[in-house]
């Protein structure tokens, strides 16, 4: 029961940074944003990990893992390589090293789930 509990609060904790930190560095990042756009974007990548959770397949729940990861490492890097990481959209090129790890277990889990997490599988 007690490695139940840290496990749902590292998740929770990792999940609460993801969406708020990937979009406070995308709005940090972004001079053409507006000043309610990090809310927005927090609530849509909120609901886009809400939504692979309600899943039962793991493949789901890896990719949902596998995208706060992601986000939690893109919050961390400076500007231009942020901005330089979303100018390939697939996410899925070299991109010098940063968050390559976590990029390659992205590309690997959304590749895994296909169609398994959408709504009309």
């Known amino acids: 029961m007690k490695a139940l509990l840290v496990l749902l609060v ?3 904790a990792l999940s609460a940074c993801g969406p708020q930190g990937f979009c406070s560095k995308k709005q940090e990042c972004d001079n053409h944003l ?3 756009d990090q809310n927005v974007c927090v609530a849509a990548e909120s609901a886009n990990i809400n939504a692979l959770r309600a899943n039962n397949e793991q493949e789901c729940q890896e990719l949902a893992d596998a995208t706060l990861n992601l986000m939690a490492c893109d919050a ?3 500007c231009g390589d942020f901005e330089e990481d979303f100018a390939h959209p ?3 090129n ?3 090293g940063n ?4 990029q390659a277990k992205f590309v690997d889990a959304r590749d895994n789930a ?3 997490c959408s709504v009309s599988h």
């Open 114 to 116: 296909a169609e398994l």
């Open 99 to 102: 968050c390559q790890d976590q």
């Open 34 to 36: 507006n000043d309610d």
């Open 76 to 78: 961390s890097l400076s």
């Open 94 to 96: 070299d991109f010098g």
């Open 90 to 92: 697939n996410r899925d």
């Open 10 to 12: 590292a998740v929770g």
